[in-house]
C-alpha cells in the first residue's frame, strides 16, 4: 500500500507495525490521538508544520524492504 495524502492516519497506523515510531519520530503522537480516526496526513502535517512530503517518504519507505527508516 501506498501512502498518499489523503491516507487516514488510523489507516496508516493499521497496515504497518512500524508506523507509530515514524510518526513519533516527525514529533507526532497519532497512535494515541483521538483524530486518528479521521484525519489524513496532509491534514496533520498542515496543522504540526511538518513537510508533508518528508513524512509520506517516511512512511512509503516501510513498505519497501530495501529502505532504512531513521
Do not use: K
Amino acid at each position: 500500500m501506498a501512502y498518499t495524502q489523503d491516507t487516514l492516519i488510523r489507516d496508516v497506523l493499521t497496515s504497518h507495525a512500524e508506523a507509530a515510531s515514524v510518526f513519533e519520530s516527525h514529533g507526532l503522537a497519532c497512535a494515541v490521538c483521538l483524530g486518528a480516526d479521521m484525519e489524513s496526513l496532509s491534514s496533520v502535517a498542515t496543522m504540526h508544520d511538518i513537510p508533508l512530503a518528508e513524512l509520506l517518504a517516511d512512511l512509503n519507505a516501510l513498505n519497501d524492504p530495501d529502505s532504512e527508516v531513521d
